[in-house]
T-cell receptor, first 111, second 118 residues
Framework: RKEVEQDPGPFNVPEGATVAFNCTYSNSASQSFFWYRQDCRKEPKLLMSVYSSGNEDGRFTAQLNRASQYISLLIRDSKLSDSATYLCVVNLLYNFNKFYFGSGTKLNVKP | NAGVTQTPKFRILKIGQSMTLQCTQDMNHNYMYWYRQDPGMGLKLIYYSVGAGITDKGEVPNGYNVSRSTTEDFPLRLELAAPSQTSVYFC?????????????????FGNGTRLTVT
């Protein structure tokens, strides 16, 4: 079983739509959680860290569910510029140099 | 503030050739990493370093070597290039974080080196 699993998509949504992605992780010792976005052939860029109580940054909301071992990303009022691949990244408590990456969920926002 | 800088951006190697991928960061981060990303796959850790003079293997270290003589630089060496090493290579760095943030410290990536071995 993969350490981090994501639906690869693609999610095709119209501008202005709300879209949500989930990511499941297998190791209960996971400590830190992040969402990155990756544009085609570019480096991953940090979108937001995910905190236990959930957090919001503008149109983006991240949630953590430790009991069910998943994190989610909600994007409201989608923009064309949100089109990208969204990577879920998990870091372990007892090995803080070990980051597990999901394969990514592709989002296409259409006009 | 340049962040993490990688060179070259692109390179084509013949089988058996050697090369060094350069990575430097100006954020005074202790931790540095090398990842490779194959098409449609997640990033895989090749090597990492927790400080100058200290390096350790990741998931896929075979065929690669690293050194960390300074805090800023973390070069990745391919000695005998093979087609299986065709990939995009990303260098990343991060700070250790603090107890207040529960050591929640994200990775900062360079813009990658696209390597083809033929």
């Amino acid at each position: 079983r993969k350490e981090v699993e994501q639906d690869p998509g693609p999610f095709n949504v119209p501008e202005g739509a709300t879209v949500a992605f989930n990511c499941t992780y297998s190791n209960s010792a996971s400590q830190s959680f992040f969402w990155y976005r990756q544009d085609c052939r570019k480096e991953p860029k940090l979108l937001m860290s995910v905190y236990s109580s959930g957090n919001e940054d503008g149109r983006f909301t991240a949630q953590l569910n430790r009991a069910s071992q998943y994190i989610s990303l909600l994007i409201r009022d989608s923009k064309l510029s949100d089109s990208a691949t969204y990577l879920c990244v998990v870091n372990l408590l007892y090995n803080f140099n070990k980051f597990y990456f999901g394969s990514g969920t592709k989002l296409n926002v259409k006009p | 503030n340049a962040g993490v800088t990688q060179t070259p951006k692109f390179r084509i190697l013949k089988i058996g050739q050697s090369m060094t991928l350069q990575c430097t960061q100006d954020m005074n981060h202790n931790y540095m990493y090398w990842y490779r990303q194959d098409p449609g796959m997640g990033l895989k850790l090749i090597y990492y370093s927790v400080g100058a003079g200290i390096t350790d293997k990741g998931e896929v270290p075979n065929g690669y070597n690293v050194s960390r003589s300074t805090t800023e630089d973390f070069p990745l060496r391919l000695e005998l290039a093979a087609p299986s090493q065709t990939s995009v290579y990303f260098c990343a760095s991060r700070s250790p974080g603090t107890a207040e943030t529960n050591y929640n410290s994200p990775l900062h990536f360079g813009n990658g080196t696209r390597l083809t071995v033929t």
